[in-house]
C-alpha cells in the first residue's frame, strides 16, 4: 500500500460513505474525515443563529463565518465533532440539519470557508475523506478515489432504518423526497457540484451490504 496514501470516497446520501471510510480507517491504521459533518457543523451554527420564517438567512450566515471555529478532537480515529469548543456530535445528524444542509453547502463563501481546513488535514497524507466533492475539488491528487451510488429505493430504507434507530418515527415517502431534494441541490449547484471524478472507481453498492462494499474497495487499494 502506498505510505501514508490519501484516500477520496465522494456519492449520495446514505450510500454509507461515512460508516464505511470509518471502517477502512481503521482496517488500514488511517485517520476518517467526515467532510459533510463539516458541512452539518455549519448548518448546526446557521440554525442556532440565522433561522428565521423557517428558513436559513444565508446573507447573515456568510456574515458570520468568522465566528465559527469547528474542530476535530481524536479518540484515537473517533473523531468527535466540536463547534465553538461544544460537542455537537449528536445535533448534526438531527433531521433539521439534514433538511437544510445541502442549501448551506451549495454557497460557495461556505465551500471555500471549509477548502482550506480539509486541504491542511490531508497534507501529511494517511487520511481518508468522504464526502461529495472529495476527489474533483478537494483533494483531486488523492491516491485512490471512489464514487458511491445506489438506488433511491434502496437509500431511502437504509436512511429510515438509520432514524429509527435514533428512535425517530421516519415516513418513507418523505425521507425519499428529502434524499431527492438534497440529489438535485447537490449535483446542480454551480460550486463544486456532486460527481464522479473522471479517475475514480465507481460502485454501486444498491444490492451489496456494507461489508461486501468495504471488501470490494479494499480490493483496489494495494498492499
Same mark, same amino acid.
Given at each position: 500500500?502506498?505510505? =501514508?496514501?490519501?484516500? *477520496?470516497?465522494? %456519492?449520495?446520501?446514505?450510500?454509507?460513505?461515512?460508516?464505511?471510510?470509518?471502517?477502512?480507517?481503521?482496517?488500514?491504521?488511517?485517520?476518517?474525515?467526515?467532510? #459533510? *459533518?463539516?458541512?452539518?457543523?455549519?448548518?448546526?451554527? @446557521?440554525?442556532?443563529?440565522?433561522?428565521?420564517?423557517?428558513?436559513?438567512?444565508?446573507?447573515?450566515?456568510?456574515?458570520?463565518? $468568522?465566528?465559527? $471555529?469547528?474542530?476535530?478532537? =481524536?479518540?484515537? !480515529?473517533?473523531?468527535?465533532?466540536?463547534?465553538?469548543?461544544?460537542?455537537?456530535?449528536?445535533?448534526? &445528524?438531527?433531521?433539521?440539519?439534514?433538511?437544510?444542509?445541502?442549501?448551506?453547502?451549495?454557497?460557495?463563501?461556505?465551500?471555500?470557508?471549509?477548502?482550506?481546513?480539509?486541504?491542511?488535514?490531508? /497534507?501529511? #497524507? #494517511?487520511?481518508?475523506?468522504? #464526502?461529495?466533492?472529495? %476527489?474533483?475539488?478537494?483533494?483531486?491528487? @488523492?491516491?485512490?478515489? +471512489?464514487?458511491?451510488?445506489?438506488?433511491?429505493?434502496? &437509500?431511502?430504507?437504509?436512511?429510515?432504518?438509520?432514524? !429509527?434507530?435514533? %428512535?425517530?418515527?421516519?415516513? +418513507?415517502?418523505?425521507?425519499?423526497?428529502?434524499?431527492?431534494? &438534497?440529489?438535485?441541490?447537490?449535483? /446542480? &449547484?454551480?460550486?463544486?457540484?456532486?460527481?464522479?471524478?473522471?479517475?475514480?472507481?465507481?460502485?454501486?453498492?444498491?444490492?451489496? =451490504?456494507?461489508?461486501?462494499?468495504?471488501?470490494?474497495?479494499?480490493?483496489?487499494?494495494?498492499?
Amino acid at each position: 500500500m502506498t505510505k =501514508n496514501p490519501v484516500i *477520496a470516497i465522494d %456519492g449520495f446520501s446514505s450510500t454509507g460513505k461515512s460508516s464505511i471510510s470509518k471502517v477502512i480507517a481503521q482496517k488500514l491504521d488511517l485517520i476518517h474525515l467526515d467532510t #459533510g *459533518a463539516l458541512y452539518r457543523g455549519i448548518t448546526v451554527y @446557521a440554525l442556532r443563529n440565522h433561522f428565521q420564517d423557517q428558513k436559513i438567512n444565508l446573507t447573515a450566515l456568510k456574515k458570520d463565518l $468568522h465566528n465559527i $471555529h469547528l474542530e476535530f478532537r =481524536n479518540p484515537q !480515529q473517533q473523531l468527535v465533532l466540536f463547534l465553538n469548543n461544544q460537542n455537537i456530535n449528536t445535533e448534526i &445528524r438531527d433531521p433539521k440539519v439534514s433538511e437544510f444542509v445541502s442549501i448551506v453547502a451549495k454557497e460557495a463563501e461556505v465551500r471555500n470557508f471549509l477548502l482550506t481546513t480539509q486541504r491542511a488535514m490531508a /497534507e501529511q #497524507g #494517511g487520511i481518508i475523506m468522504d #464526502g461529495r466533492d472529495i %476527489g474533483t475539488v478537494v483533494l483531486p491528487n @488523492a491516491d485512490y478515489k +471512489f464514487f458511491l451510488t445506489a438506488s433511491t429505493e434502496e &437509500r431511502t430504507r437504509r436512511r429510515v432504518l438509520e432514524l !429509527q434507530s435514533q %428512535g425517530v418515527n421516519a415516513d +418513507f415517502e418523505e425521507v425519499k423526497a428529502n434524499l431527492l431534494m &438534497r440529489d438535485k441541490i447537490d449535483s /446542480e &449547484r454551480e460550486i463544486s457540484p456532486l460527481k464522479q471524478a473522471e479517475d475514480a472507481i465507481l460502485i454501486d453498492n444498491t444490492s451489496i =451490504n456494507k461489508e461486501q462494499t468495504i471488501d470490494l474497495i479494499l480490493s483496489y487499494i494495494k498492499k
